[in-house]
């Protein structure tokens, strides 16, 4: 994960620069604070923003691990100091030693500290969602997925004796190797030339795919199928090759990140899915 220096800027979203640098993270003992505090969601100050319903909807459903509240901005601001509180809220992130135009929305949970700052306060997750700019529908549909895995996250967390190992996401990477007996479901635009049919991707990669639709994945992701897993691609869209493309790939039935990776984009690296990916796959 990477260190967080956030400013407000009038709404629920903050605005987030990140360098390569670790932020604060959380110890033991703030997670076993966090284990008995309340979780408070902040919301959007637009109640109509596709993201304060869909996670709403996913942490009224999968939240278990603690009680929580939704709260705006202002009432986060009032209360980010309570040691003894988390808080989980959407965050406006530009790669602060990135030169290029590139801005990002991330899901962040953090635990209230007296830093004045967010990107002192203790850091729990930090996730990417989307690119500014881009379309809601690109990651809202798959909240759901998202929530639950950040409370598997923190289950592991508190379980481990280790946990500076989850300081980057690309720990999960060790879970790569049980794709292999699950069906991945990708949606055709997000698969490279090399890798954009079937027959293609059985030179690289011999397990299961299927190449879906948008509304395929989204009624799939909504019935939690068994031994299912979908990509969730994170770039800028088709007119536009600044930044990053994140790629995660998430299991419906354990709610578990099976691969974390990521490209800068250019002309010639489209940040699409390829056949180098799926390759990467079958390293672990």
């Not at 989307?130 to 950040?150: L, S």
Request: net charge neutral; hydrophobic share 40%.
């Amino acid at each position: 994960m990477k260190k967080l220096i956030i400013l407000l800027i009038g709404t629920a979203i903050c605005n987030v620069g990140l360098d390569a640098q670790h932020n604060k993270q959380v110890t033991k003992q703030q997670l076993e604070l966090l284990k008995k505090s309340t979780l408070y969601v902040v919301m959007d100050d637009d109640p109509a923003m596709g993201y304060n319903i869909a996670v709403k909807s996913a942490v009224d459903h999968f939240w278990k691990l603690t009680p929580f509240k939704y709260i705006s901005l202002d009432e986060f601001e009032n209360q980010k100091n309570d040691k003894s509180k988390s808080f989980l809220l959407p965050a406006k992130v530009k790669l602060a030693k990135d030169k290029r135009d590139a801005e990002y929305y991330y899901l962040n949970i953090v635990m209230g500290d007296t830093a004045q700052n967010i990107d002192n306060m203790p850091e729990v997750l930090t996730l990417p969602l989307a690119y500014t700019g881009v379309d809601e529908n690109n990651y809202v549909y798959i909240m759901d997925v998202i929530i639950r895995f950040a409370q598997e996250h923190i289950k592991l967390m508190l379980a481990s004796d280790r946990i500076t190992q989850f300081r980057n996401l690309k720990y999960y990477n060790k879970n790569s190797g049980k794709i292999r007996t699950k069906t991945l479901l990708i949606e055709k635009n997000d698969l490279a030339d090399d890798v954009n049919t079937i027959e293609k991707i059985r030179v690289v990669y011999p397990f299961p795919v299927k190449i879906v639709d948008s509304d395929e994945i989204e009624k799939i992701v909504s019935d939690k199928k068994q031994n299912a897993i979908i990509l969730h691609r994170i770039d800028p869209g088709e007119d536009d090759n600044v930044g990053r493309a994140y790629k995660i790939i998430y299991s419906l039935d354990d709610s578990m990140i099976y691969y974390y990776n990521y490209e800068n984009i250019s002309q010639s690296r489209s940040g699409k899915f390829t056949a180098r990916d799926f390759k990467r796959l079958l390293e672990e």
